[in-house]
């Protein structure tokens, strides 16, 4: 084997920030069971993420000693769970590189999310003084792409036959990469918003955002990432992306369910309506009619997921302990050895990229002409969890020509271990089905 | 949980080897036909069913589709078991085939009524495989609804 040299001065690959992965999956009290009499071997987490102690505790302790509502009682329970829901905010704005912590708005997940941006578009176009960047009409167009989330679909084409505008996409190219040749044709003057995924969740592929973003801005459109599959497996500043608006769930990374985030800029949410009315969300409420409290508590009506709030902080404290550069290269180590060992597999094919480039740890494939789910199944006799089915992304399915595929997903805890009990699991699927 | 009490010998056979694969056309003209076609969401399997009667004697039955193992040969199946049959005798074998499929793996079957559907116990203790199995059942239910014959008032809980 050769070796090359990197010049000194340039970046040496022993300067990657690593971590021990064996010490990490001790964190995860989850990874210790069997499955049908087999050792667990996870590789689901792009669906959900397993969740260390260190935010099952706090979520316990939360419940156990520090449990009020908060934002509305002078008490010391009260304060002590506003402190932890507003530290928990704190936290979150700082993993992303937000410039306020106010443009941090929990939500329920991501889908929730987008739904408040494109209900808030709604709600604008119906008010004559609504901001006209959020007014829409016929005329006017939404952007979208083909290897979305049906999360990143179903709210525009809801708010399109709202209003009347026209939706648009991407295509996607054969290698699962993101068609970017009509960039100029399909962000044009008539674009109020372009709502693009980071990275897909069936193909991996990370989409390169710099060129859209400079079109987005010279159309003088709003640009919102759905960072779902991201911001858990990578680094992620929003100034640094400069987009308007992120979204992302809690759960895919180490946090718990019935959490997620909307980022916005400061200026962009305090020109949107409010979605949801309640309280908490009023500034002052009289019979004849109400104001609204300023972002981010206006888009938080009732009581918040307050418990999952402070763990979602816990979380990224975890997260942000190992380092996300390191799980990032964990991660593109992981994807490299998968691929090649996947490229080892009689009859399999590969959807989106096959180079651990531009992508991250989520594969999807199918074997021969085996259903995905009877690919799962026999997986899962043997304890391995993938997820089998169209995952959330038909177009994407459709867009390849199958009815499904089987995904196999990598996080922080994943093992090149289990991946050989991935390639050892298919060979077995051929066997039954062979 | 075993896998060969899911994937039988007889359901790999159907799935490898379908019979009566194939959307057809009446052989009597006189026959109402009428087909459905049903889809899983959460997996994207699909099936069209169709039913060729007289009102008394379902003429064929035949189908088309696409799907994992289970739902196809389940499909084959419920074509190789109810062609040929008068509706009353048709909803007797699917009633069985549905209480089969909603009772968890405590339901034993009795293969004079089910014949080759009794591989299928085994799919009743796999919650996620009962909506497989059951696709091309309730595509015919419709179908025949369709057709004209009348379908017996079952409730699934799968």
């Known amino acids: 084997m050769t070796t090359i040299a990197i010049p000194s001065g340039m970046p040496q690959y022993d300067d990657v920030p690593r971590y021990d992965v064996a010490t990490v999956r001790a964190d995860f009290p989850i990874l210790d069971r069997e499955v049908n009499g087999h050792r667990l071997v996870y590789l689901d987490s792009a669906n959900t993420s397993h969740k260390p102690r260190q935010v099952l505790g706090v979520l316990a302790e939360h419940y156990a000693r520090h449990n009020a509502n908060v934002s509305r009682s002078v008490h010391t329970l009260g304060t002590e769970a506003t402190e932890a829901y507003e530290g928990a905010r704190a936290k979150v704005a700082a993993f992303i590189n937000a410039p306020s912590v106010d443009e941090v708005v929990f939500t329920k997940n991501s889908t929730e999310a987008i739904n408040i941006v494109a209900y808030a578009f709604s709600n604008a176009s119906l008010r004559p003084d609504g901001d006209p960047r959020f007014r829409l009409g016929p005329g006017d167009e939404v952007v979208i792409s083909e290897m979305e989330h049906h999360s990143n679909i179903v709210p525009w084409q809801l708010l399109c036959e709202r209003t009347g505008a026209t939706l648009r996409w991407f295509p996607v190219t054969d290698s699962g990469r993101l068609d970017e040749s009509g960039l100029d044709d399909l962000v044009t003057e008539r674009t109020k918003i372009v709502s693009l995924v980071h990275m897909s969740n069936i193909l991996g592929t990370v989409n390169a955002t710099a060129r859209i973003t400079e079109r987005v801005r010279e159309v003088g459109a709003l640009l919102l990432l759905d960072c779902s599959q991201s911001v858990p497996h990578m680094p992620m500043d929003v100034v640094d992306y400069d987009a308007d608006f992120i979204v992302f769930t809690g759960h895919k990374m180490c946090g718990p369910t019935g959490i997620g985030v909307l980022w916005g800029r400061a200026e962009l949410l305090a020109a949107m309506p409010p979605v949801f009315g309640g309280g908490s969300m009023i500034e002052t409420v009289a019979m004849g009619g109400s104001t609204f409290a300023a972002p981010p508590a206006r888009f938080e009506a009732g009581t918040p997921p307050i418990a999952e709030a402070v763990a979602l902080g816990a979380a990224v404290d975890y997260l942000s302990g190992i380092g996300m550069r390191a799980i990032q290269w964990h991660e593109k180590e992981l994807t490299a050895y998968a691929l090649d060992a996947l490229a080892t597999v009689p009859g399999l094919r590969i959807f989106g990229p096959t180079v651990p480039v531009g992508r991250g740890g989520t594969i999807s494939f199918a074997l021969g002409d085996v259903h995905p789910h009877d690919v799962g199944q026999v997986l899962d006799s043997l304890g391995v969890q993938v997820r089998v089915g169209h995952h959330c992304a038909r177009p994407v399915c459709t867009r390849f020509g199958v009815p499904a595929t089987t995904r196999a997903s990598f996080y922080l805890y994943t093992t090149t271990e289990e991946i050989d009990a991935l390639v050892a699991g298919l060979e077995q699927v051929r066997k039954v089905f062979g | ?158």
């Open chain 2, 1 to 158: 949980m075993q896998l060969d009490q899911l994937y039988q010998e007889i359901i790999l056979d159907h799935y490898k080897h379908p019979h009566g694969r194939g959307l057809r056309d009446a052989d009597d003209p006189a026959d109402q036909v009428a087909e459905a076609h049903h889809v899983n969401p959460t997996c994207g399997d699909e099936v069209t069913v169709r039913v060729a009667t007289d009102g008394d004697v379902l003429h064929d039955v035949s189908y088309d589709g696409m799907g994992c193992s289970i739902s196809q040969a389940s499909a084959s199946v419920l074509h190789e078991l109810l062609t040929g049959r008068r509706a009353g005798e048709a909803f007797v074998v699917h009633e069985a085939f549905v209480q089969l499929m909603s009772g968890r793996g405590q339901v034993t079957p009795d293969e004079d009524v089910l014949g080759d559907g009794v591989a299928f116990a085994g799919v009743a203790r796999y919650p996620a495989r009962v909506k497989c199995a059951l696709l091309p059942w309730m595509a015919f239910k419709d179908a025949a609804a369709r057709a004209g014959v009348g379908a017996s008032p079952s409730e699934v809980k799968a």
